[in-house]
């Protein structure tokens, strides 16, 4: 068993199982996300016996890093491979004072907006909690960020469920994952400190509030259920109405800890004054502040980037009506790691990889392997 994604109570079990006290839980929580302890045996205020038969019958598996990559502005990208050959990605958004991990809830995404490269691959499989507070782990690693520091000194000072796959679509894992996230005695993130990014799962946000009490954001992207429904399947389901419901009475919003509603610029799409009009009707009543968000293209993307000026008057309108609306400048784009670029590589080097090879195999050979290749 994996000791990494296990609540506190978890953790005491599996000790009591093994005949131990319940203080030993406070002391292995303490090394495993306090110290970062990739191995039993640095776990000095345990007994050599009981580190003996934790490392016999127990691991502490974090995400193998497949792929590490820096970008020029200092954005870097890890391409994770879980026990089971999946993969996905993480990435750290460095500022002057702070961070974000960028992390991801699923491998792949099933929601098909057509703006997002995401989108483009297909859905595999929720993420574990392990796998999900792993992509954190790995960042301290990589940053070297052990024992946990304080706030005022941290490099990764917050965590943004912004990576791939859509969170409220794997509720109970990511609300255990964010419950090690906060732990006092070990990571020790506030609540106010991550953010979970929903496409707008109607029926999941109250309980989101409540649960996991964090700062929500939401991907809106249109201002009308025309064209919110064309980029974004999901709002035939759930279209604006209940969703700004839903919104306006999210558990704790306030003024002082306002949604952040996300809009991603796409030219002759959602980006004329008519748009920004329409999104400060919207929105009216709501504590709310935008974050507009230069479309980042990738290879074939059916749409175009708004030019700046325009955005800026978007910008202006909003900010008129007094509405908190900066431009978010793109991160990472030289490592395809910007807001709605996440997908693994790897897929396509794969895809590559085995055309390869079936062009070498005789006919029949190909058949056989095209027959391997389509099953489950």
Same mark, same amino acid.
């Given at each position: 068993?994996?000791?990494?994604?296990?609540?506190?109570?978890?953790?005491?079990?599996?000790?009591?199982?093994?005949?131990?006290?319940?203080?030993?839980?406070?002391?292995?929580?303490?090394?495993?996300?306090?110290?970062?302890? @990739?191995?039993?045996?640095q776990?000095?205020t345990l007994?050599?016996?009981?580190?003996?038969?934790?490392?016999?019958?127990?691991?502490? &598996?974090?995400?193998?890093?497949?792929?590490?990559?820096? +970008?020029?502005?200092? @954005?870097?990208?890890?391409?994770?491979?879980?026990?089971?050959?999946?993969?996905?990605?993480?990435?750290?958004i460095?500022?002057?004072d702070?961070?974000?991990?960028?992390?991801?809830?699923?491998?792949?995404?099933?929601? =098909?907006?057509?703006?997002?490269?995401?989108?483009?691959?297909?859905?595999?499989?929720?993420?574990?909690? #392990?796998?999900?507070?792993?992509?954190?782990?790995?960042a301290?690693d990589? %940053?070297?960020?052990?024992? =946990?520091?304080?706030?005022? @000194?941290?490099?990764?000072?917050?965590?943004?469920?912004?990576?791939?796959?859509?969170?409220?679509?794997?509720?109970?894992?990511?609300?255990?994952?964010?419950?090690?996230?906060?732990?006092g005695?070990?990571?020790?993130?506030?609540?106010?400190?991550?953010?979970?990014?929903?496409?707008?799962?109607v029926?999941?946000?109250?309980?989101c509030?409540?649960e996991?009490g964090?700062?929500?954001?939401?991907?809106?992207?249109?201002? @009308?259920? &025309?064209?919110?429904?064309a980029?974004?399947?999901?709002n035939?389901?759930?279209?604006?109405?209940p969703?700004?419901?839903?919104?306006?009475? %999210?558990p704790?919003?306030?003024? +002082?800890?306002?949604?952040?509603? $996300? %809009?991603v610029?796409?030219?002759?799409?959602?980006?004329?004054?008519?748009?920004?009009?329409?999104?400060?009707?919207?929105?009216?009543?709501?504590?709310?502040?935008?974050?507009?968000?230069?479309?980042?293209?990738?290879?074939?993307?059916? %749409?175009?980037?708004t030019?700046?000026?325009?955005?800026?008057?978007? #910008?202006?309108? !909003?900010?008129d +009506?007094?509405l908190?609306?900066?431009?978010?400048?793109?991160?990472?784009?030289?490592?395809?790691?910007?807001?709605g670029?996440?997908?693994? #590589?790897? &897929?396509?080097?794969?895809?590559?990889?085995?055309?390869?090879?079936?062009?070498? !195999?005789?006919?029949?050979?190909?058949?056989?392997? &095209?027959? $391997?290749?389509?099953?489950?």
């Amino acid at each position: 068993m994996n000791l990494i994604g296990l609540t506190r109570s978890e953790l005491a079990a599996v000790l009591e199982d093994m005949g131990e006290k319940p203080f030993r839980t406070r002391q292995l929580w303490h090394w495993i996300y306090f110290r970062g302890a @990739t191995d039993f045996a640095q776990m000095s205020t345990l007994s050599k016996d009981l580190r003996a038969r934790l490392a016999d019958i127990h691991s502490l &598996e974090r995400p193998q890093v497949s792929r590490e990559q820096t +970008a020029m502005d200092g @954005t870097r990208k890890w391409l994770l491979r879980f026990t089971d050959g999946k993969e996905a990605e993480a990435v750290h958004i460095p500022e002057d004072d702070r961070g974000a991990v960028c992390v991801s809830s699923q491998v792949g995404c099933t929601l =098909t907006c057509r703006f997002c490269h995401t989108g483009t691959q297909m859905l595999v499989r929720n993420l574990e909690p #392990a796998e999900i507070v792993g992509q954190f782990l790995v960042a301290r690693d990589s %940053y070297g960020e052990w024992p =946990t520091p304080t706030d005022e @000194t941290r490099h990764l000072s917050n965590v943004v469920l912004m990576g791939m796959g859509e969170p409220l679509f794997n509720f109970d894992n990511v609300s255990k994952a964010v419950s090690i996230l906060v732990d006092g005695e070990g990571l020790a993130l506030s609540r106010r400190r991550i953010t979970l990014s929903t496409s707008g799962v109607v029926p999941m946000i109250e309980r989101c509030g409540h649960e996991m009490g964090v700062n929500l954001a939401v991907s809106l992207h249109a201002a @009308t259920d &025309e064209v919110r429904s064309a980029i974004m399947p999901i709002n035939r389901k759930y279209p604006l109405e209940p969703l700004m419901a839903a919104l306006r009475a %999210y558990p704790g919003v306030s003024n +002082a800890r306002r949604i952040t509603l $996300e %809009y991603v610029m796409l030219k002759g799409i959602n980006d004329s004054p008519a748009d920004a009009r329409a999104l400060v009707r919207l929105v009216r009543g709501l504590p709310c502040k935008f974050n507009l968000i230069p479309f980042n293209p990738w290879p074939g993307a059916p %749409y175009e980037c708004t030019p700046m000026p325009a955005i800026q008057r978007f #910008a202006d309108i !909003l900010a008129d +009506a007094g509405l908190t609306a900066p431009i978010r400048m793109p991160r990472g784009r030289d490592i395809l790691a910007a807001c709605g670029q996440l997908k693994s #590589a790897s &897929e396509r080097e794969r895809l590559q990889g085995y055309r390869a090879r079936l062009a070498a !195999l005789s006919p029949d050979e190909r058949a056989a392997a &095209e027959a $391997e290749h389509a099953r489950p």
